[in-house]
Structures are given as structure tokens and as C-alpha cells.
């Protein structure tokens, strides 16, 4: 384990140590492997896209609540351009890939969130609104870098197919490693200012949506409905 002067190593490695298996299946999905092989049927990548959209509206909300809670001028200035950057990268992302899927953005925002979206979200929602700032952070932090670290291993033989090729490369783009950075640097200094009792959350939220991540992907893959509709 690499540590800093003080002998104690950063604390998004500390994470990442206790979340080993759960990133090791986060690789494993199928979804993801047959993004990266191009394999994946179209219908389930829509399924993805469409959630995704919705996924992405309450982010948006979830980081723009980090810049209220921000503790220095820097930190808020970090989440007002990381809650812009989802408009404008990924949601151009989006309405750029979603006619070419046959998917409709507009019709996708009436509709109600798929039930892991939900669950998902609402996490995310209720932290940011009920926890400190370290503890909102820790829990976005799965949404940057499980993209990442995904986009670059699918980046290193990209598939042919180009929806998926363009996904592919919009997570591995130097744009969006930096704004990981940016996050893991600061839930290590958020982490250094903690006391144990938000540590301890810090870890379960990180350990929350690291999950859901896993779980955003598996209900794409099986294009889950609500099980009983009116
Ligand atoms: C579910 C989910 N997590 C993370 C990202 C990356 O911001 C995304 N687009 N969607």
C-alpha cells in the first residue's frame, strides 16, 4: 500500500482495498463485456441510455447540492462546472447517440424510472440532502469512477461498433479522468478533516453506490419493468 508522509495511505485507496470483489464483478458483467466486444444487443443499450438519462437529471441536483454544501471557494467552483459538465457533455452524449438507437429523449423524460434507477437516485438524493459533505462526495464518487476505470479498460481494444465505440471513448476521454481526479483528491482531504462516526459513512455510502452501480448495468442487461403495473 502506497502512504503518504504521515504513514497513512489516501483514503480513496482505502476504499478501493474494501471494495475489491464488488469492482471485480463490476468488470464481469456482461453488459460490459459485450460493450466492449460489441456484442450487446441494441434493445438493452436503449434500456441503458433511456435510465440513463434519468439517472443523469438527479445527478445534476445531487452536485449542485455539493456546491451549497462546499467548504471553500474551489471546492464550490469544482461541482458548479462538474454539474454543468453533465449537461453538456453527457447529455450531449446522449441526444446524439439516442436517435441512432431509436430512442427519444423527450419521450424518456415522461416516463417513470425504472426501479433500480430509482433506488439508485434516491440514495444519492437523500444523502446529499441529509448528510455532510464528505459523506455526499464519498457517495458520487462510484458514479465518476466506476466510468473511468470501465471506459479504460474498454478503451484498450475498442469494439467494432459505433454507438459503442462512442460510449466507450467519452469515459475514457482526458476530460472526464480529470473531473475523477478532481473528486478523488478531494474525498481524501474531505476524509483527513472526518471524524470516525463520518468515516464510517463515508465508507457505506461509497460501498452503497458502488453496488447500485453494479446493479444499473445487471437491470439494463435483463431490461427490468416494474413487476406489477395498474
Ligand atoms: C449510472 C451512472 N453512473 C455514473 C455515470 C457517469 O457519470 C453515469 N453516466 N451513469
Redesign the pocket.
Known amino acids: 500500500m502506497v502512504t503518504d508522509a504521515g504513514g497513512t495511505a489516501p483514503f480513496h485507496q482505502e476504499l478501493e482495498e474494501h471494495s475489491r470483489p464488488v469492482w471485480d464483478a463490476i468488470f464481469e458483467l456482461p453488459f460490459v463485456r459485450e460493450v466492449g466486444d460489441g456484442t450487446l444487443a441494441l434493445e438493452r443499450f436503449a434500456y441503458f441510455i433511456a435510465?440513463?438519462v434519468l439517472?443523469?437529471d438527479q445527478?445534476a441536483r445531487v452536485l449542485a447540492r455539493g456546491a451549497t454544501l462546499a467548504d471553500t471557494p474551489a471546492t464550490r467552483e469544482m461541482f458548479l462546472r462538474h454539474a454543468a459538465n453533465?449537461g453538456r457533455v453527457?447529455e450531449r452524449l446522449h441526444e446524439d447517440l439516442a436517435p441512432r438507437i431509436g430512442l427519444d429523449v423527450e419521450a424518456v423524460r415522461r416516463q417513470e424510472p425504472a426501479p433500480v434507477?430509482v433506488a439508485?437516485t434516491d440514495h444519492l438524493l437523500r444523502v446529499a440532502h441529509t448528510g455532510t459533505l464528505g459523506e455526499l462526495v464519498a457517495a458520487v464518487l462510484?458514479?465518476?469512477w466506476?466510468?473511468a476505470r470501465v471506459g479504460e479498460r474498454l478503451a484498450r481494444r475498442l469494439p467494432d461498433h459505433d454507438v459503442y465505440r462512442q460510449w466507450i471513448l467519452a469515459?475514457a476521454s482526458p476530460e472526464?479522468h480529470r473531473s475523477v481526479d478532481e473528486q478523488l483528491a478531494l474525498v481524501d482531504r474531505l476524509a483527513t478533516l472526518a471524524g470516525a462516526d463520518e468515516r464510517r459513512l463515508m465508507h457505506q455510502w461509497f460501498l452503497r453506490s458502488l453496488r447500485?452501480?453494479w446493479m444499473?448495468?445487471d437491470q439494463a442487461y435483463r431490461t427490468l419493468r416494474w413487476p406489477v403495473a395498474p
Open positions: 435510465q440513463d439517472y443523469l445527478f453533465v453527457e434507477t439508485y462510484p458514479c465518476y466506476v466510468y469515459y472526464f447500485y452501480e444499473f448495468w
